[in-house]
């Protein structure tokens, strides 16, 4: 506040004489507020920077305004608040110029004086307020000093109007009387204000919410019923920066016109001002008068349209924007360093109002000012930027990296990184007895989906402090994830509605892209996708297999489904692993055929303490970075007494197929049963990768140790193309099959040397080491009466019983093992008198499965050609499995119509790949018979595509049909 005569002052010390002057006699000013329709609030200029102006009660001198509506008398006299409102939309924000008539006795008093506004026009006199106010009749003049007939009614008398021997003082007093009183003549005769009589003055009664009615009933009101969701409201006062007190004015409402509410400014909270009141008396935050002076300053007393987005937790504030002509008071806050955002108002802001806050808040931020002037960045115990593949994820929102450039030679190379911003489902605990919360599983699945095996780039926006157990912490960074097809991972599973956005603190690090983060949220909020679906959550049961009983129980259906895709769960050894198939909804544990791995280092709280044997780290580590939660592909062909399903698996996908258990042998990271070898029942395939391994000296094998010497059951030389005239004895497909040379003579000696085994014996059982490999006596009948027959254990099915092949025939037995098998004599075992039945497969050729109708129509067509008949057959070399390769020629006897190409013709059997061709060639001395058949089963397969016939019924097929053969 200012003289016009003089320097800028403030309010003047205390004297000891006289009272202190609390303003000049006459100065500029500007109003803050209007009390009432007489009195206003004056601010002058503050004392030092970032301290408050000093303000002062001015009522205009001489008048008589209705009394406002207050706590205590909720009623406003008539024409109180009309009153008031003339007067604030005449002065609030304005400089005036004012003259002192009464100076109180002291600091805090109010002051009685004059208020006069600049001129309308530059040769009009400066405008008097108080006579104005008369003129509007808003207000009423108290008793005149100089008037002729002076009574109480002072305005019913006339003023007396000045004389030139009056004293200034004097004479302007009389002139102000005499302006009054011709202004309230004016505002009788106009019937105005407090004369009105049609409408007559308004008065009000104050209505609170929390009090009268609910926040929420009202909030809910606007939103429905007012033009673009907006209210027009008075700011009455301001608790500080961010919250408010505001009077409905707007006529949209009627049961809400002249209320008042509390207002928090959304997405914005300001530092508090403490309390002397409370008990222990509070102090005020930092900056706490700062931000509420610049709220004061910019909304105080202005009419403005506010937008209501919802209410505070408790519902006793309402939660909107005020909308000023200049901008955002929310954004102008955040801009100076006088708020913060707040979370969980923000998340009541349309999406697109969030950006301006966000850039405002992080412009106050890097220029360090006021609440954020001790303000750092974190500081990370971890790169800020991580490039590298994904080898795990743990949970819904946790994944491992492998970076770049590094060697995975421990677990301790990973890098464990969390979604920043991003709150998943949590994944339950099993041992802690806690399930899934709805859609962990989902969410976890689809985190898979999007970054395993793939190359990923984390960007680093803060650490936490995460609780592993009781005193042990570990630090997390928390991030976002992309990849080259996402730009952020978080984004996607938000807006999929499989996870939500993290709700953090007011001075919590938040991502870079939370804003965006939110706006996927809103979008999968509208769209009730997954957690946010109004429908009940129904969890997915999964069958678990991996109990032995169950295990065998079902190996049957998965032996029969032939290849199969799965995911890898979980990774127990380099060669066992907890698969689940999608097919059959279910767990089961598996391990690849004929290997086995070293044992690797105990889990971290696991029941097995066993110690690691060398490369069993290694060989565990291989699995975790090429196969686990990878999909693969894999074919059960038997189960252990432990429940572990057995079988080959294939992984990668296009040129990157390959065989699982030949990678791992071929890395020195496994070895090939040695029990497998001695049987022949191990692929010619992993035996090589396992001597290429040897000499290489990797893995295993890199070990000085007395290496065990390979026996290879079948000889490595190359074979000769024979012709032999064979019969079939048992049928196992539509091209596999086991047969007896005719004329053999080893069949009779395998007979009568039988015949007297069962003579010597009997038909009675006897205790035998019936384990899997082992050849034994089994107990047959084939219908001319029981007799031994010589068989190998190939399965065990339950208690009591096992599988067996009997050797001379082909055929397959389920026999209870105390009744039906006994040791076999000495002379008779496989290494003296080799296997009647020879193995073999219809060369060059694949069908499909007995349960599918072309396996079966294969099969059929192989036994009404071939069954109980002498056959010519071209014998070319085992295939890759160890069964002999042969073509058989048809009954007519020529060599260049076979069997082979009879089932190719008729479209129940496709022609091998050409390496399959390469391969058996490699092993034949002279391969030309066996191209020349490769030749015409091709002609042959191009007549059955043209003709649509069999497989080819609807047209062509592809490449993964191979699968299924």
């Not at 009589?197 to 009933?217: G, K, M, S």
């Not at 421990?410 to 998943?424: G, I, N, T």
């Not at 990849?483 to 709700?503: H, S």
């Not at 067509?861 to 014998?875: D, M, P, V």
Request: glycine residues 6%; aromatic residues 6%.
């Amino acid at each position: 506040m200012t003289e016009t005569s003089l320097p800028s002052q403030t309010a003047l010390a205390p004297s000891t004489t006289k009272p202190a002057l609390v303003l000049p006699k006459q100065g500029v000013a500007k109003v803050k507020s209007v009390t009432s329709g007489d009195t206003v609030v004056l601010l002058g200029k503050p004392p030092q920077p970032n301290l408050p102006c000093p303000e002062v009660l001015f009522t205009l001198e001489g008048l008589s305004a209705p009394r406002m509506a207050s706590k205590v008398n909720p009623t406003d006299e008539p024409g109180a608040f009309p009153a008031r409102e003339w007067l604030r939309q005449q002065l609030v924000g304005k400089v005036v110029r004012f003259e002192t008539r009464k100076q109180p006795n002291s600091a805090g008093d109010r002051v009685y004086g004059w208020i006069f506004l600049p001129a309308t026009a530059p040769t009009d006199p400066p405008v008097h307020v108080a006579v104005e106010c008369v003129r509007a009749g808003h207000a009423t003049p108290k008793s005149l000093k100089y008037a002729t007939g002076n009574d109480t009614e002072a305005p019913a008398v006339v003023p007396t109007a000045p004389s030139p021997d009056d004293a200034p003082e004097v004479a302007a007093a009389k002139e102000y009387e005499l302006q009054l009183g011709k202004a309230y003549a004016e505002a009788k005769s106009a019937r105005v204000g407090l004369h009105a009589t049609d409408p007559l003055p308004l008065v009000r009664t104050l209505r609170v919410a929390n009090e009268d009615f609910a926040t929420l009933q009202f909030v809910e009101a606007v939103q429905k019923h007012c033009t673009h969701k907006r209210i027009r409201c008075v700011i009455e006062y301001v608790f500080d920066g961010s919250r408010l007190r505001l009077h409905v004015t707007d006529a949209q409402l009627p049961e809400f016109q002249y209320t008042s509410f509390t207002l928090l400014l959304a997405g914005v909270t300001c530092p508090r001002l403490g309390s002397a009141k409370s008990d222990p008396p509070t102090p005020n935050e930092p900056f706490a008068v700062q931000a509420r002076e610049f709220t004061q300053t910019r909304l105080l007393q202005r009419e403005l349209d506010v937008s209501l987005v919802g209410t505070d937790k408790v519902g006793s504030s309402a939660v909107g924007v005020v909308h000023h002509p200049v901008g955002n008071i929310a954004v102008e806050l955040l801009k100076n360093g006088l708020a913060r955002m707040a979370d969980w108002s923000v998340r009541l802001l349309a999406v697109g109002d969030v950006p301006a806050l966000r850039v405002a808040e992080n412009t106050a931020k890097r220029t360090a000012l006021n609440v954020w002037r001790n303000y750092a960045p974190p500081t990370l115990q971890t790169a800020s930027q991580v490039s590298g593949t994904v080898v795990e994820v743990v949970s819904g929102d946790t994944v491992l990296i492998l970076p770049d450039g590094k060697a995975y030679d421990s677990e301790a190379v990973l890098y464990k990184v969390s979604l920043a911003s991003m709150r998943a489902p949590r994944v339950g605990n099993e041992r802690a007895g806690r399930p899934d919360e709805p859609y962990a599983v989902e969410c976890k699945e689809r985190l898979r989906v999007l970054t395993v095996g793939r190359a990923v780039k984390a960007q680093v926006h803060y650490e936490r402090d995460i609780p592993l157990q009781p005193g042990v912490n570990e630090t997390r960074p928390f991030a976002t994830l992309s990849t080259p097809k996402y730009e952020d991972v978080a984004e996607v599973l938000i807006q999929e509605g499989l996870a939500v956005t993290q709700r953090h603190r007011d001075d919590d690090e938040t991502s870079a892209r939370y804003d965006e983060l939110r706006a996927a949220e809103a979008t999968a909020k509208a769209a009730k996708k997954n957690t946010h679906s109004e429908k009940e959550y129904k969890s997915a049961t999964i069958n678990d297999l991996t109990d032995p009983r169950k295990a065998k129980s079902y190996s049957g259906s998965l032996m029969r489904s032939g290849h199969t895709k799965a995911i890898v769960d979980y990774v127990f050894n380099g060669a066992l692993f907890k698969l689940y198939i999608p097919s059959e909804n279910c767990y089961i544990r598996f391990a690849p055929n004929s290997i086995r791995c070293p044992q690797p280092s105990p889990s971290p709280g696991g029941k097995v303490n066993k110690a690691a044997e060398p490369f069993g780290d290694e060989s565990k580590r291989h699995a975790r970075l090429h196969v686990l939660q990878r999909h693969v592909e894999i074919v059960c062909n038997g189960v252990t007494n432990s429940g572990i399903i057995t079988g080959d698996m294939m992984v990668g996908q296009g040129g990157q197929r390959r065989d699982y258990a030949i990678e791992l042998v071929g890395a020195g990271l496994a070895t090939v049963d040695q029990r497998k070898i001695d049987y022949g029942e191990a692929p010619r395939s992993l035996v090589d990768a396992q001597s290429a391994a040897q000499e290489s000296k990797v893995g295993l094998w890199s070990i000085v140790q007395e290496q065990p010497e390979i026996k290879v059951a079948k000889t490595a030389v190359k074979a000769k193309e024979t012709v032999a005239t064979i019969r079939l004895s048992e049928i196992r497909s539509g091209n596999h099959f086991f047969y007896h040379v005719v004329d053999d003579e080893t069949a009779k000696v395998v007979e009568e040397s039988m015949k007297v085994f069962t003579k010597s014996h009997g038909t009675g059982g006897a205790p035998c080491d019936a384990k899997i490999g082992k050849v034994v006596a089994a107990l047959f009948n084939d219908g001319s009466g029981k007799a031994w027959y010589r068989a190998k254990v190939i399965e065990r099915k339950g208690p009591g019983k096992m599988a067996v092949l009997f050797l001379d025939h082909g055929n397959v037995a389920t026999v209870p093992v105390a009744t039906h098998l006994r040791p076999l004599d000495m002379n008779l075992g496989t290494d003296r008198i080799p296997p009647v039945a020879k193995e073999a497969v219809l060369a060059l050729t694949n069908t499909r499965p007995l349960d599918s109708d072309e396996g079966m129509d294969a099969a059929r067509l192989l036994q009404s050609k071939c069954w109980g008949r002498n056959l010519t057959a071209r014998i070319f070399a085992p295939d890759e499995s160890g069964k002999a390769a042969l073509s058989i020629a048809t009954e007519a006897g020529s060599d260049e119509e076979t069997i082979n190409a009879s089932l190719v013709v008729e479209g129940l059997a496709r022609v091998a790949k050409p390496e399959t061709v390469t391969s058996i060639s490699s092993r034949m001395i002279d391969p030309s018979s066996l191209v020349e058949l490769a030749a015409a089963l091709n002609v042959a397969q191009e007549v059955a595509r043209k003709s649509r016939v069999g497989m080819w019924r609807y047209g062509d097929i592809g490449d993964e049909d191979d699968d299924d053969m």
